[in-house]
RNA sequence: CGGGUUGUAGCGCAGCUUGGUUAGCGCGCCACGUUCGGGACGUGGAGGCCGCGGGUUCGAAUCCCGCCAACCCGACCA
């Protein structure tokens, strides 16, 4: 491990978590406030959770779609929650073609009100539903305060919206895009174990009857909502006139849904995974799995790198080779460990002398000499160990930093390293998330003894996980 | 908007209290050489409207006035 690369304390966590974003190279600010500019490896790690999510939102049965970037005002203004919630942090444009416009456009902020307005036209019968849409886009909000791939004033996301015939279909769909896409990929990807649960009423989404959501704990103990999926009722439907004529001949009111997931879940990757020397990328959504370091080029060194690359490629590993031998291997070690490849691969002549080649591993200390001709057969298990690995290791973090409590005062305190767990009714009857909040200190989210979602808010043995948040 | 802090090279900083030739240091960058199985070393270089505007002065990075911007802590939030 490189020394002092990076000296993270508990007290300058975002400090350390700028520094790695910066000596990884994954992003720079952007020229104005809050924006941001992804730099190649930052992309391609999101372009890998674009890859996986993708396909689990196509397995529930959305199809990509695409709509505008600039939003009426107006379709903003008719549904009271929502234009309400989001008011405070819109963009607007009031001059375009050297005029100013007759009615300003907003960048969206998410896109419920254009599609709202669609799926008005699309829909007309029972058949048409359930409508399944997603897309893929850049949002703005306004934020107060921007942190670099937690909060930025412009996003990357993907953003599903639907449309169901009834009640119990729609909050079906919202809690297995919960489930089968997001917590799945979260845990199974990026082997962050995040808490899926049910938001408080005061923690909705505007303009939703009920949000779903992920929650991921950092390694600093904080909170950071991965993503959300929501029941929107009929709530945009009668705003937007989504109406539908049952096989009975009766016209309805549809029930929509919608959810995202953003470029925040790379943030909460860094801060779930990342040490002392940068990033630690799970294998599933590493960019490179494997970089085959070639030591030096001396003898067959070179060529043994680049058969060995092809081999690992060819046997279903990305793996790429590093050849750049006019850099110092030492320096080239320490930048493939802040990018956080998942198995640094050494090969040099002093190894191949003895037919072996280096295997090292990211996320522990430890390298194990390995003879060339099995390198292949052993990296794919290698990697399904590493991914393992680091999802039990933020488990365990996790747990550790969980604390059962049972008034506001201990929940403070809980929230002070990690998160609390409380019974909901028992923080009620106190007023406790209104006296939490004085203190930044939010309800997380709502789950069930059993991990489950909690029917509505008041089941008596609901469970609140309280915390301070990104 | 409230509270705190900072603007000097690509990045991180010193210098300012007590004005004074050519504004320094570390990292990074360029060249050459020695190195190079874990950010190596030596020598030599390139790179600055010292945030902006005004003032005081023979002379301002430094003192005075004004402005702007960014960051941190809160309210907001994927």
Known sequence: MAKGVLT?????FPRWYQEVVAKAGMADNGPVRGTMVILPWGYAIWERMVAEMDARIKDAGAQNAY??????ESYLKREAQHVEGFSPELAVVTHAGGEELAEPVVVRPTSETVIGEYMAKWIQSYRDL????????NVVRWELRPRLFLRTSEFLWQEGHTAHATYDDAKQYAERI???????????????????????????????INTLTCEGMMRDGKALQMGTSHELGQNFAKAFDITYQS???QLAHAWTTSWGTSTRMVGGL???????????????????????????????????????????????????????????????????ELKGVPVPNEVGPRDLAEGNVTLVRRDRDGKESVPVASVAARVP????????????????????????????EEAAAAAETGWGRINFQALKAVDGEAKLREKAITV???????????????????????????
Not at 302 to 318: F, H, I, N, P, Y
Not at 444 to 470: H, M, N, W
Request: aromatic letters at 6%.
């Open 67 to 72: 709509v505008p970037l600039f939003i009426p």
């Open 247 to 249: 096989s009975e001949g």
């Open 8 to 12: 993270p304390q508990a007290e300058d």
């Open 178 to 208: 919960l489930w089968d896409c997001y917590a799945d990929f979260m845990i199974n990807v990026l082997a962050l174990p995040v808490l899926p649960g049910r938001k408080t009423a005061r923690e909705r989404f505007p303009g939703a």
């Open 130 to 137: 359930p409508l399944l849409l997603n897309q893929w886009a």
């Open 381 to 408: 298990g290698l990697l399904v160990e590493i991914q393992a690995d680091l999802l039990a290791e933020a488990t365990a973090a996790r747990d550790a930093r969980i604390v059962d409590v049972s008034s506001v």
């Open 270 to 336: 860094i801060m779930g995974h990342g040490d002392d020397a940068g990033l630690r990328l799970p294998p599933n959504v590493a960019p490179t799995q494997v970089v085959v370091l070639l030591v030096k080029a001396d003898g067959p060194a070179g060529d043994a790198a680049a058969a060995l690359t092809a081999e690992l490629k060819a046997a279903g590993v990305r793996a790429s080779l590093d050849a750049r031998t006019d850099t110092g291997f030492g320096r080239r070690a320490v930048d493939w």
């Open 444 to 470: 997380r989210c709502l789950r069930q003894p059993d991990g489950s979602l909690p029917p509505s808010e008041d089941d008596p043995d609901t469970i609140a996980f309280v915390a301070k948040a990104y």
